[in-house]
């Protein structure tokens, strides 16, 4: 079991859970009053999570648990076979369905390709799905590239959503290789990134490491937008980068769209720090978590 890839694919699974109680709770008072500091799973305020229990996935969790059974059952990534797979998911799904699913939905109906009926969404939640990817791809940056731009653009046809998921996948990977995110983070911008959509949010995030992140994420904004959430994810990297637990709670902490945040900051964290840092209590209270394991074992034996 290669640990850090374990806790690459956890932590971003427990970002999302943990995230899913205060999700879209805006203001701060509110969740300081309900939850108290959110370090366990709770279930969600908010009446959108329908059906929802603590220690379940908000919808983007959701979508990346099917991503993950997709790439256990497909043995890699079968852009085709995961759009109808999430079609069909879809379709029947009694959880909340936001804007982009809902727009991919009505465009996969009327006719079009299915592999062209990805929504304008600039939400940064699109590319937070991604870690089942990266977990499959380990050996294969390019591959690991070219499906994480396939499955965003799938719901998330925008290109800095589509940025977001590459720069996120090269992280990852400079991470599971034991370098520093705070020190990918800058290389990356310069070397790749620094003409694309994503510049600007990346550098706001690397320039507020020293800033209160509650504080600093209200100035960014709170929201889904990749504008609003790619510089608060970047801050919580380079901020909590030793501390994955601290990173996760301060997260969900500061309010609104925590769980595309929480599932970027916990992948990347997860790859850097291993699964040994991931607290036990959130491992063992997933209750998915033996459908993860599970997954998980059918992508390692379809590589042997």
Sequence with gaps: MNKNKMGMIFGSFVGDALALGPHWVYNTNVIDKKFGRVQQYFKPLVSYHKGKKKGDFT????QMLLLLESLATASGFDQKGFAKAWQSFFNGYEGYRDKATLTTLQNMTEGNNILESGS????LGGAARIAPIVYCYAHDLESAIQAARYQTALTHNNPSVLDSAEFFVRLAFS??????????????????????????????GLASQDKDTRTIIAEFG?????????????????KYENDFKEALVENVMAGGDGAARGM???????AYSGIKALPE????NLNARNRIDDFLLAVDNNQL
């Design 59 to 62: 919808h983007y969790g959701d």
């Design 120 to 123: 304008s969404s600039d939400d």
């Design 175 to 204: 991470a599971l290789a034991g370098k520093k995110p705070s020190v990918t983070i800058p290389e990356l911008l310069e070397n790749r990134f620094q003409n694309t959509d994503i510049a600007e949010a990346v550098s706001l």
């Design 222 to 238: 709170q929201m889904c937008s990749v504008e609003a959430a790619l510089p608060g994810t970047i801050h919580l990297i380079t």
């Design 264 to 270: 970027l900051v916990g992948m990347v964290l997860g």
């Design 281 to 284: 209590e959130w491992l063992d």
